[in-house]
């Protein structure tokens, strides 16, 4: 029989709940909360971690996760980009099905929920919505679903074919899953390396226009209204998709909508130096777009943080700008550079509801759809899962793409220092991360 875990007490932290936080201790006892409160005596014999001056909230949820396993280990594994997640506080993430094979059956869906068994942080699945992503003919939704699969996306492509797109939404509809759709007209994007706009002239690189994301953004929300299906919308970049979504969230559809620390932190100047670190689909954008981003994030446009987390290993993107791969490591910096891009529009305490309870909520693992014990994304509350963020707004550190958990180094915010940093991490009751280094 498995040795039972010491009870752990997570002391002197501010308990993060609704936006806001209280001074609070947390204590677990077989991977599940037993007391939240100030001053709470610590059992005989049990593990307590120094929270003091930190935020402690349920782990981070990300809704967009590249682990590339099956098929491309040289970029990151499921271990690894576990490890990386568990780093940056995270006890649950959306695995993408844009591996190779991708997981557009039941055995390869299979085999990365098993692959994610006893990893630091919990590994959901995304299916895709067609066969092979090729975009011709729908993959075994049903079949997926009933592994327990909640959310289905071509995600690195959108479904150009409207006709199948709606077939795809009528069909989920009747299963009770999401799709979730990566914006992006292939024909208005083909052959651009960075955002259309002033940068791209004065570099020299062929432009992807908004407008490439926005044309589907538009066509899908109209599919949505036919359908009433509800639909995800990933990594929202533009100004332009936020006024969309809004229109379609005032009208009453039945969407939700992610964007990715990046797009909040980083504009197209970014790309001055050809440096392909900032290469990423969609592209980084103006100004204007960050600050509506933002603003959309803050007023409930826009519901959550998703980290795009792309590992591509040196060899591959280590090419000049417009011949590397688009894509970007997100998971061990997503948390301090969201709350320090977000600074004067949210409160750390706000950008962690929009990493836990949103995102959860679109996963479909909160309380809503979970026992409490295994729930994601709080409440942190007595019979919550005893996965734990514990968050110190004040550390600063200095981003090292070489001491990363990750098998990639493709981070653009390398020898960057930023403020707030994600010191423990625990998971089912176990601290897998203390003082900021992984415990496995
Ligand atoms: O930059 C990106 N990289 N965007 C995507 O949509 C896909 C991702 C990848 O898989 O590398």
Redesign the pocket.
């Known amino acids: 029989m498995a040795e039972a875990a010491p009870t752990l007490v997570v002391r002197g932290g501010s308990v993060v709940e609704g936006g806001t936080s209280t001074r609070a201790d947390v204590v677990i006892e077989d991977g599940v909360v037993v007391a939240v409160g100030e001053g709470l005596d610590v059992p005989a014999g049990a593990t307590v971690l120094d929270a003091g001056g930190c935020l402690v909230s349920s782990g981070l949820v990300d809704l967009h996760t590249?682990l590339r396993q099956p098929g491309h280990e040289e970029a990151e594994t499921i271990e690894s980009g576990t490890r990386a997640a568990a780093l940056g506080g995270f006890s649950a993430v959306m695995a993408?099905p844009?591996t190779d094979p991708p997981i557009d059956s039941a055995a390869v869906a299979e085999e990365v929920l098993a692959l994610g068994r006893g990893c630091p942080c919990e590994v959901l699945v995304a299916g895709a919505i067609t066969l092979g992503r090729r975009g011709e003919e729908l993959a075994p939704l049903r079949e997926l679903a009933a592994l327990g699969v909640r959310l289905f996306t071509d995600?690195?492509?959108g479904v150009q074919n409207g006709a199948l797109l709606r077939r795809a939404l009528e069909y989920a509809r009747g299963l009770g899953v999401t799709l979730a759709e990566?914006c992006?007209d292939a024909e208005l994007a083909a052959g651009g390396a960075m955002h259309d706009g002033e940068w791209s002239s004065r570099l020299g690189l062929p432009g992807i226009p908004a407008a490439a994301e926005e044309a589907m953004l538009a066509r899908d929300l109209a599919l949505v209204r036919q359908t009433g299906s509800p639909m995800h919308f990933?990594?929202v970049s533009t100004r332009g998709s936020v006024a969309l979504l809004k229109a379609a969230r005032a009208e009453g559809l039945p969407v939700t909508a992610e964007v990715t620390p990046h797009h909040l932190a980083l504009t197209h100047a970014a790309v001055c130096g050809y440096d392909p670190a900032f290469?990423?689909?969609?592209p980084l954008r103006t100004m204007e777009d960050t600050e509506a981003l933002a603003r959309a994030l803050a007023d409930g446009t826009i519901d959550a943080i998703a980290t795009?987390h792309?590992?591509?290993p040196p060899e591959a993107k280590d090419l000049p700008f417009d011949e590397a791969?688009?894509?970007?490591l997100g998971l061990e910096t997503a948390l301090s550079v969201s709350v320090q891009a977000l600074r004067g529009v949210l409160g750390a305490e706000e950008v962690i509801t929009r990493l836990t309870t949103a995102p959860a909520a679109i996963a479909r693992v909160s309380i809503a759809e979970r026992p409490a014990a295994t729930a994601q994304g709080g409440p942190l509350v007595v019979g919550a899962a005893g996965h734990l963020c514990v968050f110190d707004p004040e550390a600063a550190w200095t981003v090292d793409s070489i001491a990363q958990a990750s098998r990639s180094r493709n981070t653009p915010f390398a020898g960057t220092t930023l403020q707030g940093r994600v010191r423990h991490t625990v998971h089912a009751g176990i601290p897998v991360v203390l003082d900021a280094v992984a415990q496995r």
Do not use: I
Not at 325 to 328: D, E, L, T
């Open positions: 590249h993408m844009n995600d690195g492509s990566h992006e990933l990594h290469k990423v689909n969609p795009d792309a590992p591509h791969p688009p894509g970007m």
